[in-house]
């Protein structure tokens, strides 16, 4: 009798614990529309978009490290699309900035116009320069919370759907991120010892993984012998300079990436926002899983792709060069650097690369990213021709 009462009892707090059966579903998900895009030097991905009713197809960057949606100067100076003074301001790796905004504007993806978005606007002359192909803008935060967005790097395609109940495939798995406008992401990093932190999750960033110096230094993540070379990166504001080096380890989900490329930066601005984050986490690492965005549950999806495997660029040239009217030119040249030691020039026009003519920035960045080779590079200094022999270094084996 009295094991028949133990049971009842049981039972009955069973019952009274269950769930409700009757649980509210959302409305299925579904696709709008799916466009190509275009993937740049590290991964940047870009995409083509029109604004309002201005006829010109424009280019942007997709970026889940943007607060907002952004048009560059001048492309609204030539559009003249009449933009507005704010109190506003923004902070990038190499300044902050005051911001005019374009109001109450539409933006035209094949096959789906986003109205009522308000553009803010700067000036990514440098971007254009680096990537030798016009920026207009940047897509972020803007778009990416009205929608469930799909990134299929497999297929180079973008899939946007309507928010509302999704399945997820099997063979990834699900990041839950923390969001004020940007995602930020928990991960282990790995190489004097473990450390566990937040970190940006930064489509827009072509690089894998970006440390603050101060995050470095305090948390004591980095062997202190690790061999680091002076060079510097691209952002708002302009060009700052970075260290590059290499770290044992990198942990996403529950796939780890050894010897991962990083950079480290004296973060005057805190664009990272140390020390509640580390730093980022670029697309050259994130650009491996094809990816199902979904800010209204602050869920990223992540499933490995035919890229999981692609090899790190450790290259290493302290080579700067810029898209400058029309030309291809050496502006930045780092000290100790190979450039410096195979004699560049500021001011050099570059002609060709090994045997390649195209005069196509990204195709030489490419070449470029060849460790431990030889290159003849072709520039030309004033009137006259000059061949000159760069080896390429490789800063996972300091050679």
């Known amino acids: 009798m009295r094991r028949l009462l133990t049971v009842a009892l049981l039972l009955t707090l069973i019952r009274t614990t269950l769930p409700a059966q009757e649980i509210f579903v959302p409305p299925a998900a ?34 889940t490290g943007s607060g907002g949606i952004s048009l560059d100067s001048t492309t609204t100076d030539k559009l003249k699309i009449n933009s507005t003074l704010s109190d506003r301001t923004i902070r990038g790796i190499a300044g902050v900035r005051q911001v005019k905004f374009v109001y109450n504007e539409a933006l035209h993806l094949p096959g789906l116009k986003v109205d009522s978005l308000n553009f803010h606007v700067n000036d990514y ?10 920026i207009d803008g940047i ?47 928990q991960t282990e990093i790995r190489d004097d010892r473990d450390v566990l932190s937040r970190f940006y999750f930064d489509t827009g960033a072509g690089m894998c993984l970006l440390l603050s110096s101060d995050f470095v230094q ?14 510097q990166a691209e952002g708002l504001g302009g060009k700052a300079p970075m260290r590059q080096g290499v770290i044992k ?15 480290i930066f004296e973060d005057e601005y805190n664009v990272t926002s140390y020390p509640y984050l580390g730093g980022l986490v670029g697309n050259d690492l994130l ?15 992540m499933t490995p792709n ?7 660029d450790y290259s290493y040239t302290g080579l700067g060069m810029y898209l400058l009217d029309g030309e291809i030119q050496i502006v930045d040249i780092m000290p100790g650097s190979p450039a410096e030691a195979a004699g560049f020039l500021p001011g050099d026009v570059v002609v060709a690369v090994g045997n390649n003519f195209s005069k196509n920035i990204q195709t030489y960045k490419n070449l470029l990213q060849s460790p431990g080779e030889k290159l003849k590079v072709l520039v030309m200094r004033g009137n006259a021709p000059v061949v000159l022999t760069l080896k390429v270094k490789n800063i996972l084996t300091g050679r």
């Open 139 to 185: 897509i972020g935060y803007s778009f990416f919370n009205r929608y469930i967005v799909k990134i299929d790097y497999d297929s180079s395609r973008i899939f946007v759907l309507t928010r509302g109940s999704l399945k997820y495939p099997k063979g990834g798995f699900l990041l839950k991120t923390l969001l004020v406008n940007i995602p930020i992401l």
């Open 30 to 63: 579904e696709e709008i529309t799916s466009f190509p895009f275009k993937l740049l030097t590290g991964g940047i991905i870009t995409l083509k978009a029109k604004v309002g009713n201005y006829p010109d197809t424009l280019n942007f960057i997709l970026d």
């Open 249 to 263: 380890q990198v942990k996403l989900g529950p796939f780890k990436f050894r010897n991962v490329p990083t950079y």
């Open 125 to 134: 002359t440098v971007l254009t320069s680096a990537y030798g192909e016009k």
């Open 218 to 231: 305090d948390s004591s993540v980095v062997k202190p012998r690790r061999r680091w070379y002076a060079t």
């Open 306 to 312: 035919s890229h999981f495997k692609d090899a790190f």
């Open 287 to 301: 650009r491996r899983f094809n990816l199902i965005i979904n800010y209204e549950r602050r869920e990223i999806f």
